[in-house]
């Protein structure tokens, strides 16, 4: 099965990345097991014209408006390999589907490590979430807290008190510094050194946290900013240069979201250090654009 470009990855980067491209009347097949990131969030806030929309009303509609165009097909499945070939690339999914194509566009999101701590996976992307310009306004005017997984927290606690009253719950592993610790002050930030050890809600909104010590304190919304781990095994294969975050690492790419080997494309949280819907949109959109300039000006 020969095509011009395989999209990797069907959630809000890869579709974005593949509307240019059939725009432009060039061949695209987007692979895709339809498991992504914010399956855990029941709506995408902030995205404009699409606020409160469920992810998969998002993907569904951006499935149907692509369907429409007669160069798109989208194969259910996962890639599972990938290699460089004479004339592009060579894609197989764990169903031995293999495709072939000039160019390719990485868009299979990251994985979320949470801390393992009772109560926060099974509240995740509800009220214990990571982004407040995505749920914050839904968790308004409640006793918040940030808990503390990098010295990145400092900067997610002093943004919280916009949405209301925030603890910041430095787990006794990060402790700010005289600086840091008078801005978050001056933000009305109150600061829990003693480990949080457990979460406790009805699965959808939690009530309190149980500290180490045995206290019991009301925080009704929890601000998490989670470990990622790359998992797709196609990143190896095609040896791609990484770039550290302060959260994990992400692939490396140039203004055009090429990485470092040419052709390959990579779009959305896996490539960008500031993730959410819009920007993985946006990130999408650069990639096909880019990936349809290379087919024009480098083939």
């Not at 302060?246 to 779009?267: N, R, T």
Request: with cysteine.
């Amino acid at each position: 099965m020969n095509t011009e470009v395989v999209i990797i990855g069907g959630s809000f980067a890869g579709l974005a990345a593949a509307m240019p491209l059939v725009r432009a009347q060039r061949q695209v097949r987007v692979i895709d097991a339809n498991t992504p990131r914010n399956r855990f969030a029941d709506a995408s806030h902030g995205i404009f014209c699409l606020d409160g929309k469920t992810p998969g009303d998002i993907r569904a509609t951006a499935l149907t408006q692509l369907q429409a165009y007669p160069t798109f097909d989208l194969i259910e499945g996962t890639a599972t390999n990938i290699e460089q070939t004479r004339h592009g690339f060579a894609v197989i999914t764990g169903h031995g589907v293999s495709v072939n194509a000039q160019r390719i566009i990485l868009a299979t999101g990251i994985t979320d490590t949470l801390p393992d701590i009772p109560g926060i996976k099974e509240h995740w992307g509800k009220s214990v979430i990571h982004c407040p310009y995505c749920h914050g306004y839904e968790l308004k005017d409640r006793h918040l807290g940030v808990l503390a997984t990098s010295e990145m927290s400092f900067h997610q606690a002093a943004m919280i008190p916009d949405w209301g009253a925030t603890t910041l719950f430095t787990q006794g592993l990060f402790e700010p510094n005289d600086d840091t610790l008078k801005h978050l002050q001056s933000r009305g930030v109150s600061l829990e050194r003693t480990p949080i050890v457990e979460v406790s809600g009805n699965g959808v909104d939690i009530h309190e946290v149980t500290l180490a010590d045995n206290r019991r304190l009301p925080v009704e919304g929890l601000y998490v900013g989670p470990k990622i781990t790359l998992t797709s095994p196609l990143i190896d294969q095609l040896g791609l240069t990484l770039e550290e975050t302060p959260m994990g690492s992400i692939v490396q790419v140039d203004a055009l979201k090429e990485s470092s080997l040419k052709g390959v494309f990579v779009a959305g949280d896996l490539s960008n250090a500031m993730q959410n819907g819009t920007f993985a949109i946006a990130s999408g959109t650069m990639a096909g654009v880019a990936a349809h300039r290379s087919l024009i000006f480098e083939s």
